[in-house]
Nanobody
């Protein structure tokens, strides 16, 4: 009952910035404010899915992977049911498909999330 659609990926040079968006829809999402968490994950070819950042929908508490701390900022617009990831000072190692996900717990573990978008490609050239 939850549909997540990412956008905003693209090709940028090292040191550049991108802002990813994830728009959520569905009855379950709309009625789960008190327990909802949303996260960003990424996956490069041949590698496992990696946690990037998460945010609690109500209250806005956040958690970041060490690899992106200080460079990426996760946020949300509750009125628009939209999740954002502002990515600054991008590095070639940030190249991956980026996915947004929703779940009921504040967790960095991919298997703990219930719904996933189809991903958006981010490519950072050197």
């Amino acid at each position: 009952q939850v549909l997540l659609v990412e956008s905003g990926g693209g090709l940028v040079q090292a040191g550049g910035s991108l802002r990813l968006s994830c728009t959520a829809s569905g009855l379950i999402f709309s009625t789960s404010f008190s327990t909802l968490n949303m996260g960003w994950f990424r996956q490069a070819p041949g590698k496992e899915r990696e946690f990037v950042a998460l945010i609690k929908w109500i209250g806005g508490s956040t958690l970041y992977a060490e690899a992106v701390r200080g460079r990426f900022t996760i946020s949300r617009d509750r009125a628009k049911s939209t999740l954002y990831l502002q990515m600054n000072s991008l590095k070639p190692e940030d190249t991956a498909v980026y996915y947004c996900a929703s779940g009921v717990r504040q967790t960095p573990v991919p298997d703990d999330y219930d719904y996933w978008g189809q991903g958006t490609q981010v490519t950072v050239s050197s």
